[in-house]
C-alpha cells in the first residue's frame, strides 16, 4: 500500500505478558517515529530512527520498552511485562527525512492491558 | 524542554471562521506543525511554517511568529466534517533531536450546524 501500515489494528494483553507491534513505513521513508497517545492527551513521542544512525531513545516510558527497525524499513515496538498504564494507541510515522518533511501516520494500534 | 498550549475545546457554526491558537516555549525550534485527526483515526498533516508570517492553503491558513512563541490555525467557511481535534506540534531543532515533533494535548472542534 502507498501509507503507513500498523499491525494489529487492536491487541488486548493480560498485564504482565509481552506485546509487539509492527510498522511498516511508506517506500523510500529514511525516518521513522512511534508515539503513544493515551485518551485525551497528546501524542507522546516514545523512539525516532533515521537512515543508519543510533536511535533517538529518549522517549521511551521505561526499560521494558525497546524498538528495532529491521533493513532500514519495518520496525517492532516490543513491551515486555505489560501493564496497566500502558494501555494506549501506539502511532507509528514516517517521512522523507529526518526531520525537513512532514510525517505520515499509520492508523495506530490500541493496546488494552487487562 | 517543550511546553505546547492550545485550548482544549472549540465549537463554532458551520460556515464561520474559527482561528485556533498554539504558544510554546521550546529549547530549539525548527518548524510548526498542525495536524488533524478525527476520532479514531490517525493524525493527518494540515499545515507547516518555518518562516514568520501565514502560509494558505484553501479554507486552512496557518500563522507563526517565531519572536512571540505563537501560531495560530484559520478555518474558513466551516464544515461539518472540520470536527475534529487540531495538533499543533514544534519540531525540534537541536543536533541531538533533530526531527523530533513535539505535540500539544490538541484542540476538539465541534462544528454545530
Known amino acids: 500500500g502507498a501509507g503507513v501500515s500498523q499491525s494489529p489494528s487492536n491487541k488486548v494483553t493480560e498485564k504482565g505478558k509481552d506485546v509487539e507491534l509492527r510498522c511498516d513505513p511508506i517506500s523510500g521513508h529514511t525516518a521513522l517515529y512511534w508515539y503513544r497517545q493515551s485518551l485525551g492527551q497528546g501524542l507522546e513521542f516514545l523512539i525516532y530512527?533515521?537512515?543508519?544512525?543510533?536511535?533517538?531513545k529518549s522517549g521511551l516510558p521505561s526499560d521494558r520498552f525497546s524498538a528495532e527497525r529491521t533493513g532500514g524499513s519495518v520496525s517492532t515496538l516490543t513491551i515486555q511485562r505489560t501493564q496497566q498504564e500502558d494501555s494506549a494507541v501506539y502511532l507509528c510515522?514516517?517521512?522523507?527525512?529526518?526531520?525537513?518533511?512532514?510525517?505520515?501516520f499509520g492508523p495506530g494500534t490500541r493496546l488494552t492491558v487487562t | 524542554g517543550q511546553n505546547i498550549d492550545q485550548p482544549t475545546e472549540m465549537t463554532a457554526t458551520e460556515g464561520a471562521i474559527v482561528q485556533i491558537n498554539c504558544t510554546y516555549q521550546?529549547?530549539?525550534?525548527?518548524?510548526l506543525f498542525w495536524y488533524q485527526q478525527h476520532a479514531g483515526e490517525a493524525p493527518t498533516f494540515l499545515s507547516y511554517?518555518?518562516?514568520?508570517g501565514l502560509e494558505e492553503k484553501g479554507r486552512f491558513s496557518s500563522f507563526l511568529s517565531r519572536s512571540k512563541g505563537y501560531s495560530y490555525l484559520l478555518l474558513k467557511e466551516l464544515q461539518m466534517k472540520d470536527s475534529a481535534s487540531y495538533l499543533c506540534?514544534?519540531?525540534?531543532?537541536?543536533?541531538?533531536?533533530?526531527?523530533?515533533?513535539?505535540f500539544g494535548r490538541g484542540t476538539q472542534l465541534t462544528v454545530w450546524p
Open positions: 511554517n518555518v518562516l514568520d
Open positions: 506540534a514544534v519540531r525540534d531543532g537541536r543536533g541531538s533531536t533533530l526531527g523530533r515533533l513535539y
Open positions: 530512527f533515521q537512515g543508519n544512525s543510533a536511535p533517538d
Open positions: 510515522a514516517s517521512s522523507q527525512a529526518g526531520g525537513s518533511y512532514e510525517q505520515y
Open positions: 521550546t529549547s530549539g525550534f525548527n518548524g
